[in-house]
């Protein structure tokens, strides 16, 4: 029988070809001889158990009241300009740092409020707040 004749063509092929079939599955093999030994050498670590929660350290907030009459009351504490600088500083050099609450009295000249926040400003207070009374009807 020749190739490439009339008789050849009409005839169909019964048998698969199992050749690369087997090589597949060869390859798979040799795959799984060399990998599952270094999947079953482990090291078994004891590794620490930590929380996963950050702490908290909340600081105290500090409240700064400036009257009618433009004095500075550090935590209802009467204080001069000079020693607000000073503990202005002294608050902003600790870490956390807490948050500056400005308590203003209605009646008091913005100039007052407007220098004790340069005063926070120069002195590094990076968190100022402003409390206010809700207005009741």
Request: glycine share 4%; proline share 6%; net charge negative.
């Amino acid at each position: 029988m020749a190739f490439g004749t009339q008789d050849d063509s009409d005839e169909v092929m019964n048998e698969i070809n199992m050749t690369p079939l087997v090589d597949v599955m060869l390859v798979l093999l040799i795959v799984f001889i060399i990998t599952i030994p270094v999947m079953k050498h482990s090291i078994n670590v004891d590794l620490p158990r930590a929380s996963n929660e950050p702490e908290k350290v909340k600081p105290q907030n500090v409240s700064l009241s400036i009257t009618a009459d433009g004095k500075y009351h550090w935590n209802k504490e009467a204080i001069s300009d000079e020693e607000l600088v000073t503990r202005l500083q002294a608050e902003a050099a600790k870490d956390p740092q807490p948050d500056l609450h400005i308590h203003g009295d209605k009646e008091v000249r913005y100039e007052r409020v407007a220098q004790a926040m340069a005063a926070a400003q120069t002195a590094g207070v990076r968190k100022i707040g402003f409390v206010t009374d809700p207005v009741t009807k």
